[in-house]
C-alpha cells in the first residue's frame, strides 16, 4: 500500500519572526509560535560564523536559508494558524491554500543538508590551516621574524585580536621570536603596538 504524502504548505512571516526567540533563543520567534500552538513546522536554516561585536572571537550564528517563509504541515485549524504570531499569510490563490509539490520539502532539507556539510568542511579547513600556523610561528626566530615582516611592510590586523581587529598598519621591527612592534592607524590616529605573528597578516 503506497503511503500518501504529507500536505506541506508555505507561510509568509512577519518582520522579526526569523529572530532568535526571547523564550527560547536557540529557537526563532515564528518557530516558538507554531509550537506553541501545535502546528508542525519547519524552518530552513544555514550557519556562518561571525567575528562577535565585543570578544572579537568567532562564532557559530544561524540565519534563514529562505528569509520571510516558513512551511507547515497539514494545518490542524487555519484559523488559528492565520493567527498565530509572526504570521503574515499562507501562499494560495484567491484565499484558498495550495499545498506545496511534494518533492519541494525533501528538495529544501537536502540543500540545507548539503550547506551545513560544506560549512563544517570549510571550518574545519579554516582551524587545520591556524593551527598549522600557530604550530609554525612556534619556531620563529627573532632573525626569522624580522625577514618575513621587513619594517615598512603593510600589516592588517585578524578581526580576532579583541582591540585592533581589521585595523591597518606598518611593521617597524621584529621584538621577540614572535612578536613584531607596528604602527597602527586607528580614529584616533597612529598608535604603537607590540602584535603577536598570529594576529598579523600582509597586506597584497
Given at each position: 500500500m503506497k503511503i500518501k504524502a504529507a500536505k506541506w504548505y508555505a507561510i509568509r512571516l512577519k518582520p522579526?519572526?526569523?529572530?532568535?526567540?526571547?523564550?527560547?533563543?536557540?529557537?526563532?520567534?515564528?518557530?516558538?509560535?507554531?509550537?506553541?500552538?501545535?502546528?508542525?513546522h519547519y524552518m530552513p536554516l544555514e550557519r556562518r560564523e561571525i567575528v562577535h561585536h565585543r570578544t572579537k572571537k568567532p562564532i557559530d550564528k544561524q540565519y534563514p536559508l529562505i528569509p520571510g517563509y516558513a512551511f507547515v504541515c497539514e494545518p490542524h485549524d487555519w484559523l488559528k494558524l492565520a493567527k498565530c504570531d509572526f504570521v503574515a499569510g499562507v501562499l494560495g490563490v484567491r484565499g484558498t491554500p495550495i499545498p506545496l509539490i511534494?518533492?519541494?520539502?525533501?528538495?529544501?532539507?537536502?540543500?540545507?543538508?548539503?550547506?551545513?556539510?560544506?560549512?563544517?568542511?570549510?571550518?574545519?579547513?579554516?582551524?587545520?590551516?591556524?593551527?598549522?600556523?600557530?604550530?609554525?610561528?612556534?619556531?620563529?626566530?627573532?632573525?626569522?621574524a624580522r625577514q618575513m615582516y621587513p619594517a615598512g611592510?603593510?600589516?592588517?590586523?585578524?578581526?580576532?585580536?579583541?582591540?585592533?581587529?581589521?585595523?591597518?598598519?606598518?611593521?617597524?621591527?621584529?621584538?621577540?621570536?614572535?612578536?613584531?612592534?607596528a604602527v597602527i592607524e586607528t580614529l584616533n590616529g597612529l598608535v604603537n603596538a607590540e602584535l603577536s605573528l598570529a594576529f598579523v597578516e600582509k597586506v597584497a
Open positions: 522579526m519572526a526569523q529572530r532568535p526567540a526571547k523564550q527560547d533563543p536557540r529557537i526563532t520567534n515564528i518557530e516558538f509560535s507554531l509550537r506553541q500552538e501545535g502546528f508542525e511534494p518533492t519541494v520539502i525533501d528538495a529544501v532539507r537536502d540543500a540545507e543538508a548539503v550547506i551545513l556539510y560544506e560549512y563544517e568542511r570549510q571550518k574545519a579547513m579554516r582551524r587545520q590551516r591556524e593551527k598549522e600556523q600557530a604550530d609554525r610561528l612556534q619556531h620563529i626566530p627573532q632573525r626569522r611592510t603593510p600589516i592588517v590586523i585578524d578581526r580576532t585580536h579583541v582591540l585592533l581587529g581589521g585595523m591597518k598598519g606598518r611593521v617597524v621591527d621584529a621584538t621577540g621570536r614572535q612578536t613584531i612592534k
